[in-house]
């Protein structure tokens, strides 16, 4: 007898050598026919096979319908989300996937999760009162009135409930009706008492699980679980295990329970409570039908032995198709031979799937005659009549429809050319629509596009040719939510920019319109800076070669109009007060140039700038002071006036033995040139993240004229530069050590000095790295770190303070990464 990884193997085998698809279902089919799937319980399941499905079972307590309380309680969150076998096919599975060329699952399998165990405790809710008691169950007793008690009792083994002041009570058979009824009359020849029962915990039973489930054996529940409870006890169906005839077998007589009536319906007798002794078989899977395509429920279903459906009633098991328009039903079915039978359903109401049968439902593709599509920036996307909307004023000619983030400057028509089979790309201004100044008459199949400002701003990062706004990755044209998703279009849009500089608040490249109106552009920038003066614009046309100078009062300004290619500046005021200003630049949603007034703080200035972006680092902020960078470079240069000083000195040595040679000596001269050329970075280490600057304001640094500001993305490598074959920014991994890093960089270079390496951590710390902290991996190295290895001081031990020297050095490289990310000056 195969087993089912034999089936699996065997079929597996098959798809290595090419065999035909069809070759391998036959094949399949076959040894699955030939050799029944083990089942723990077969043996079991037959011994009762022969007991009738309508000798039902005697309950104490009706079947009701099955609520999502209840199957919440069974799956631990509802039936979504869960898993089982997910990661594996069954053979069933593997079969009818291969044959309907989509990857298909048996359905139901997912209601059980493995692992969960049915709770031993009452379930939520109120125990009905026709539930029997029974030796075992214990109910709280609460009486009211010249006294007041509660108190929790015990059936016990005899039956008996023995309450205080109280004749016992032959509880067990009774309902919890009858005994509450039993002791309001035992109050009653009491004194104003009254008196309540409950149930608090019901009795344990024992009962068993076998069959195709994971946990086959004896399982300890309560009198109040259910059928339902013991299969998640026993964490559920195996995808081999049958879930439409689970027999449950009590005093002799069974009962079959179909599950598909819980899954589509929501009521069956899987509801049944459960009594001391009960026999629960699952048995091996029967006959399978499988519905495929453009159904809402795509699966593998059982049915019942002996049962063909029609196609209705196998959409019905499917949840009904996709789209109710028009769709090809088609029949799959294997012969005696293998040989798979293509038919299309003609008749719905023909029962003619049975065991191994496939619907597969072909949507028809739909035709949009007289339509045109309206996307982007509006509140009501899709599909539009052409009869009803036959030119853009129709279309977009309201604003209730236009979304509230327009970029009104620029909408675009796609058009299909017919004799060509191309598209040809129509722009329009939205403004002008709206204003009724400008439209156009629409034609089957246009789609028109509108474009919120943050796609524009994506857009002009990308096109623009000013360094602050290439510098920064918000909203990064090419990966960010506002990405222009058909290339085609952004294309077309970037060749239609005009470019806005100066005194405008948000300079850049801005999409328009033929003929657009200067003050418009303007205005979309953001207006006019304080100190723009409004009376000097220069208007540059690409197309005519000329510079025009206007300004809001002269009286052709509002006639002034611009097109694709053309640039607009706004001067400065001649005669502003002295500048101001700190850069702001990194994950911030505006970055750029801020000016600043005493009291303005790093949290202010972010707040201006928008606040961070989602994939904002503040903790790797760099913050460069100009007054540090003066000081640092003085310090270079200070270094390098005495290294010049001692050079001379020790060449006007008489000694030979302590004179440097020429080697020496262009050593020494080489770092001299590189400290006089050493540019500064100022860093310091400030605190940046906006949460806890507003909750401790003595953290928020004040801001100074000239400070350079840069806020990085979160970071995913980790720098490696100084004495190394190959500086470089690597990629994070976790677990990975210093020396894994330095080795990635192609290793230490002849000069390196390991034992002075060093780490630089993302705030701007620093920690030593000895060659045994690399090998032991004790230093950890988040991302965004830098790794320096410093030069060795011996080629310059014939200059005092040598060491001093290649600390320098290794502070000049780590200088290095932090100028390339604060961006070169304006």
Request: glycine share 8%; net charge negative.
């Amino acid at each position: 007898m195969y087993s089912c990884s034999h089936y699996i193997y065997f079929f597996d085998g098959i798809r290595m050598h090419s065999f035909k698809k069809i070759t391998a279902i036959c094949i399949l089919t076959a040894f699955i026919a030939l050799s029944p799937l083990p089942s723990v319980a077969n043996d079991a399941f037959l011994a009762d096979e022969e007991a009738p499905e309508s000798a039902a079972i005697d309950d104490d307590v009706d079947p009701k319908p099955l609520t999502l309380a209840d199957l919440e309680r069974l799956t631990g969150g509802g039936l979504s989300g869960l898993n089982l076998e997910q990661d594996s096919q069954s053979p069933i599975e593997k079969m009818y996937s291969v044959r309907a060329d989509e990857k298909l699952t048996l359905f139901g399998h997912d209601l059980f999760q493995k692992g969960k165990k049915a709770s031993t405790s009452l379930p939520t809710g109120t125990v009905r009162d026709d539930y029997v008691l029974g030796v075992g169950d214990t109910l709280d007793i609460n009486i009211r009135g010249q006294e007041n008690a509660k108190k929790s009792y015990t059936i016990d083994t005899e039956g008996y409930l023995v309450p205080d002041n109280f004749n016992r009570i032959a509880a067990a058979g009774m309902t919890l009706s009858a005994l509450r009824q039993t002791l309001a009359e035992e109050a009653s020849r009491l004194h104003n008492v009254d008196i309540a029962v409950s149930l608090s915990a019901p009795r344990q039973i024992d009962i068993l699980v076998i069959g195709d489930v994971y946990s086959p054996g004896r399982k300890t529940l309560t009198s109040y679980h259910s059928i339902l409870d013991a299969l998640q006890e026993a964490d559920g169906v195996k995808k081999t295990g049958s879930l439409r005839r689970i027999k449950i077998v009590r005093g002799g007589k069974g009962e079959f329970v179909d599950l598909y009536s819980v899954m589509m319906q929501g009521t069956s007798n899987a509801d049944k409570r459960l009594r001391d002794g009960d026999r629960i078989i699952v048995p091996p899977i029967g006959p399978t039908v499988a519905v495929t395509g453009a159904v809402k429920r795509p699966a593998i279903y059982e049915i019942r032995k002996g049962d063909t459906l029609s196609s209705l009633e196998m959409l019905g098991l499917a949840g009904g198709v996709v789209s109710p328009g028009s769709n090809r039903f088609l029949q799959l079915s294997l012969t005696n031979e293998g040989k798979e039978i293509v038919e299309t359903v003609s008749e719905p109401a023909k029962k003619s799937f049975g065991d191994g049968s496939i619907l597969r439902v072909a949507q028809a593709q739909e035709k949009r005659s007289q339509n045109i599509e309206l996307s982007g920036q509006t509140r009501d996307p899709g599909q539009y009549d052409l009869h009803k909307a036959q030119t853009l004023s129709d279309l977009i000619g309201s604003e209730d429809r236009l979304g509230d983030n327009l970029y009104p400057l620029i909408g675009v028509v796609a058009r299909k050319d017919k004799s060509s089979l191309t598209t040809n790309l129509i722009e329009f201004s939205p403004r002008a629509v709206l204003a009724k100044k400008d439209n156009m008459d629409l034609r089957e199949g246009d789609s028109v596009h509108l474009f919120s400002f943050g796609q524009i701003r994506a857009l002009s990062r990308k096109v623009s040719d000013e360094p602050l706004l290439k510098k920064t990755s918000y909203g990064d044209s090419a990966t960010g939510k506002d990405r222009i998703e058909d290339e085609e279009i952004a294309s077309f849009l970037e060749e239609r920019c005009v470019f806005v500089r100066g005194s405008v608040r948000q300079q850049g490249a801005y999409p328009v319109a033929h003929n657009t109106p200067v003050k418009d552009i303007i205005a979309v920038a953001g207006g006019m800076t304080v100190e723009a003066d409004k009376n000097d614009i220069e208007v540059t046309t690409d197309d005519a070669h000329q510079r025009i100078n206007t300004g809001i009062k002269n009286d052709g300004y509002s006639s002034i109009r611009v097109s694709a290619g053309d640039t607009i500046r706004v001067n400065q005021k001649f005669n502003r007060v002295a500048e101001q200003s700190v850069v702001l630049t990194g994950e911030v949603k505006n970055p750029g140039k801020y000016d600043v007034k005493r009291g303005d703080t790093l949290l202010s200035l972010i707040k201006r700038a928008g606040g961070l972006s989602d994939t904002a680092y503040p903790d790797g902020i760099i913050f460069s002071r100009a007054s540090e960078r003066k000081q640092e470079e003085n310090r270079y240069r200070a270094q390098a006036r005495d290294l010049e000083m001692k050079l001379a000195d020790m060449m006007r040595m008489e000694d030979k033995d302590k004179k440097p040679d020429m080697a020496q000596v262009n050593t020494a001269q080489a770092l001299i040139a590189q400290l006089k050329d050493a540019k500064a970075v100022g860093r310091i280490t400030v605190q940046a993240d906006p949460s806890i600057l507003a909750a401790d304001p003595e953290q928020d640094i004040l801001l100074e004229s000239g400070d350079r500001i840069y806020i990085p993305r979160r970071p995913l490598t980790v720098r490696v530069g100084g004495e190394v074959l190959s500086p470089a920014a690597l990629q994070f991994r976790k677990g990975k050590g210093a020396d894994d890093y330095i080795d990635e960089a192609g290793g230490t270079t002849y000069f390196a000095d390991s034992d002075r390496a060093f780490v630089v951590y993302p705030n701007g710390s620093a920690k030593p790295l000895a060659v045994s902290a690399w090998k032991q991996g004790i230093t950890m190295i988040p991302p965004g770190s830098t790794i320096i290895v410093p030069r060795d001081p011996k080629p310059f031990n014939f200059l005092e303070g040598a060491e001093t020297i290649t600390t320098i050095l290794a502070n000049i490289a780590l200088t290095g990464f932090y100028l390339n990310d604060l961006g070169d000056d304006d």
